[in-house]
Structures are given as structure tokens and as C-alpha cells.
């Protein structure tokens, strides 16, 4: 059973789903209930989307020592790429850092964009790597202007650790969560084997943007189109999901998103949601034994909330689940959800690359083998999760526990907090034709998608 709550009439409005893996209850028995929460946004209608307003980014590039040559070369490129698909009234600045955090350009606005490509060809190595110094220069440079953005983001390339100035990953995040409740948000890119994961994603999740890693130098210019892409599509952020439940029914989060208590009910951040995606939710709730009957039994409200481009305040209606109970025997015969057991199984699949990465980082390559073939056979109808085990099966055999260890962290996290296309097929021959925001990518970290097609795939299909 699909309940579907719509904010208006028609199929250009943003809605609600709320998909159970099975459409009843069995009555008389305790019972454990998946339930999908879908938050679909609006098809984009180009005759109705208004001009947007401006988006304010602030660049953080990394020029340690370490990232001379090629990485550094990289950088610059896909820096360029990002202030080339601004608008001249978008806002931008450029800092990088070493040891040192210079602003080579403050935010201003992009106009011809000459300031920009002057300092970014003027970016050479230096020394440590302040990390957080850099990243706060980002941020204090958009916080002035915060009022008139659609958007205002820092987005933050290193290759290396933080080892100069602050270093702390709680105390780093911390500031980033108080930037994003502020307006402005982080994302975070990694490059290479050397940089700390847990405090890039971190720095992420907390600021509210997206995380992603390059392997080499070329290939971080995927993600950051990616990144673009949906900066350039974006219907609402600040998505709020607000759950609540029947005295009885506990209810439990199964992605790894950031949780806030509110008024005593869990309120949940969601990713922002791009036009013609969807963002969701995987909840666990423990029902006590319902009686059979024909009043479906209360289980579940949410309410969701998010803002527009425009600083407009986007209000769902309040969504309910209900579901009947019955008898053992046929409860046994209803058929699972397809989509809500693809999600779910991802979710798990998420969790057992965690424990390969901790595996990984005890060096046990034994144990990582035995995780990857219970996950081939477990998980052998999800045509994506099975593409992501073998390239990590491809990492195993290598034995390279720094790449092991991020290629893990940041697939786990892709399966846990993705948007998703509205209509996802199970197959994926057309995963090429999709915005980058929503491709199922095999392996995180290495350019896959070169000119509209899959290189992972033959040509055939």
C-alpha cells in the first residue's frame, strides 16, 4: 500500500510517498515495518521556474606541498569549470591555503570572470595544510551577502590532513553545523590516499552539502560537475522531516542522516532536493500486536518542511500511514515492494562496507573477502550494489588500505543519503542519460561517465 499526500493538484507539485514493504500487518503478532518515505519535488517546467537568485560559492583550493603538479593542475581546472557556469551576477571568491590562508579574491560578484581566471592561474604549491583556516575564510567571505542568495556554499579541496591550525574533527564540524544554520553550507572534496575521510564527510554531513573523492587528480572533475549539476537544478534545501508515532510504536532512522530533538519529536536533514528528484527516508518502526479488524491501524505521521531559492518557506501536508492487519497466512502471501526492498538492501549493503573498511584498516584481507562474497550472494538482484562489489573486490585483491578504506566510506555514504531519479529503474542502461547527481556510480572515486555514455559498460548496450 502507497499513500501519496500532494501540496496542490496535479503532477507538477511536490509530494509525499509513504510505501511499506508489505501493505498490511499480520494481526495479533509484534512485528517489525520498513517503511519508504519518498519527498518528490516538481518536474521543472521551464515556462514556470522563475530566474533564480544568485549564488554566492566560495573556493577553497589546497596548495600544500603535496599537491604540486598534476593535482594541483586538476584543481585549477575543475575551479575554472565551476566559475564558468556561473552567472555574472552569481557571487564568488577564491582562497587557498597552505600553512597560510590567503583570499586571493573576496566574494564579489563574477561579472567576465577575468579576476577569477587570473588568481586561480596564480595558485602555486607551499608548505602544511591549514584546513580549517582555509575552509572559515571560505565562509566568512559569504556571510556578509547571506540575505541575497539562493544558495551560498564552501566548497573545499585538499589532498592532505589537517595539521596546522585547528585540527579537532568534532570542534571543525561543530563550526561547520553553526555556518549552515547560519545559510551557509560545505562540500568537501578529497584527492588521493593521504587526505583524513572522516573529516571531510564529516565536515560535510554537518554542513549540509555533498562529499565526494577523486582516486587521481583526473578524476576529480566528475564529482565537481556533479556537484554543478545540482547547484544548477535546485528546487528547496533545508528539507525537515518531523516524525511521530502512536504511544507504542517506536520508530528508528535507518540512513545515516543528521537527527535534532525538536519539541521531543526527532526532526530529521534531509539532502537538498534537486527539480525532478526525489530525497528519502528508510524508517524501522516496532509495532505491538495489532487486532485484526477493518480500522487500519495508526502507525506513523511526518511532516516536512524545506525553503526555496527565493527564501520562501515550502510546507508539505501532513502525511499519515495506516495499515490493515491480517491474518498470518495471508500477510505471508503479499509480495514485498520491489523499490522498498532495493532501498532497504542498499542501506544494508551500506553497513556491511562499513565493517570491510574496518576490516581494512586491521589489514584483514581474509575477513574482507569473506564480507564481500556474503554480500555478492546476498545482494544478488541489485544490479548496483553488485557493480560497487566488484569494484571493491578489485580494490581487495590490491591491498591498498588507504584507497580500500575511502573507496568503502564514501560508497556506504552514497547508498545511505543519494538522491534518487522519481521513476529509478532497477537496470541501469540508461544510468549515462541521467543528471550526474543521480548516477549510481560503481566505484566513487574514479571517473565513470565520459561523454554521455558508461565506460563500464560495452557499447551494445
Known amino acids: 500500500m502507497t499513500q501519496t499526500h500532494n501540496t496542490a493538484t496535479g503532477n507538477t507539485a511536490p509530494q ?83 600553512n597560510r590562508v590567503d583570499v586571493l579574491v573576496p566574494a564579489q560578484p563574477v561579472g567576465d570572470r577575468k579576476i577569477l581566471h587570473m588568481a586561480l592561474k596564480g595558485i602555486q604549491e607551499g608548505g602544511c595544510t591549514n584546513l580549517h583556516g582555509g575552509w572559515e575564510a571560505g565562509g566568512q567571505a559569504l556571510l556578509e551577502h547571506i540575505q541575497q542568495a539562493g544558495l551560498s556554499r564552501v566548497i573545499l579541496l585538499s589532498d592532505g590532513n589537517a595539521n596546522e591550525g585547528l585540527t579537532e574533527t568534532d570542534r571543525i564540524t561543530l563550526q561547520c553545523g553553526q555556518f549552515a544554520d547560519r545559510g551557509v553550507t560545505t562540500s568537501t572534496y578529497g584527492l588521493g590516499r593521504d587526505f583524513n575521510e572522516d573529516l571531510m564527510v564529516a565536515m560535510a554531513k554537518s554542513g549540509q552539502g555533498n562529499h565526494y573523492y577523486g582516486a587521481t587528480a583526473q578524476d576529480l572533475f566528475e564529482p565537481f560537475a556533479e556537484e554543478f549539476d545540482l547547484i544548477a537544478n535546485l528546487y528547496a534545501g533545508k528539507l525537515r522531516l518531523t516524525l511521530g508515532a502512536p504511544e507504542g510504536i517506536k520508530v528508528r532512522l535507518l540512513n545515516d542522516y543528521v537527527v535534532e530533538e525538536q519539541r521531543s519529536f526527532p526532526v530529521i536533514r534531509l539532502p537538498d532536493l534537486a527539480w525532478g528528484a526525489e530525497a528519502w527516508a528508510m524508517l524501522e518502526l516496532d509495532v505491538p500486536p495489532p487486532q485484526n479488524g477493518d480500522t487500519p491501524t495508526p502507525l506513523l505521521q511526518l511532516e516536512i518542511n524545506a525553503t526555496g531559492l527565493e527564501g520562501q518557506l515550502i510546507v508539505f501536508p501532513p502525511a499519515q500511514l495506516k495499515l490493515p492487519a491480517l491474518p498470518a497466512q495471508a500477510w505471508e502471501a503479499l509480495l514485498p515492494d520491489a523499490l ?3 532501498r532497504f538492501n542498499e542501506l544494508e549493503a551500506g553497513k556491511l562496507l562499513e565493517k570491510a573498511r574496518t576490516a581494512a584498516q586491521k589489514g584483514d584481507w581474509a575477513g574482507i573477502d569473506r564480507l564481500l562474497a556474503e554480500a555478492k550472494q546476498r545482494f544478488a538482484d541489485n544490479p548496483w550494489v553488485q557493480e560497487v562489489l566488484a569494484s571493491m573486490a578489485e580494490l581487495a585483491r590490491q591491498k591498498d588500505q588507504a584507497h580500500f578504506a575511502k573507496e568503502a566510506r564514501y560508497s556506504s555514504r552514497r547508498m545511505n543519503t543519494r538522491l534518487a531519479a ?33 565506460e563500464n559498460k560495452p557499447e551494445s548496450l
Do not use: N, W
Open 340 to 342: 522498498v526492498l532495493q
Open 16 to 98: 509525499i510517498i509513504l510505501t511499506p514493504l508489505k501493505s498490511a500487518l499480520i494481526a495479533g503478532h509484534a512485528q517489525r515495518v520498513q517503511v519508504l518515505v519518498r519527498i518528490q519535488a516538481p518536474d521543472a517546467d521551464p515556462a514556470s521556474i522563475k530566474p533564480r537568485p544568485p549564488y554566492h560559492l566560495a573556493l577553497v583550493i589546497d596548495r600544500s606541498g603535496s599537491m604540486s603538479g598534476e593535482p594541483l593542475h586538476e584543481a585549477r581546472r575543475c575551479a575554472r569549470h565551476i566559475i564558468d557556469q556561473l552567472k555574472p551576477d552569481d557571487r564568488a571568491s577564491l582562497v587557498q591555503f597552505d
Open 422 to 454: 522519481k521513476e529509478e529503474p532497477l537496470a541501469m542502461l540508461r544510468e549515462a542519460e541521467a543528471p550526474a547527481f543521480l548516477r549510481r556510480k560503481s566505484a566513487q572515486g574514479r571517473t565513470q561517465f565520459r561523454d554521455g555514455r558508461d
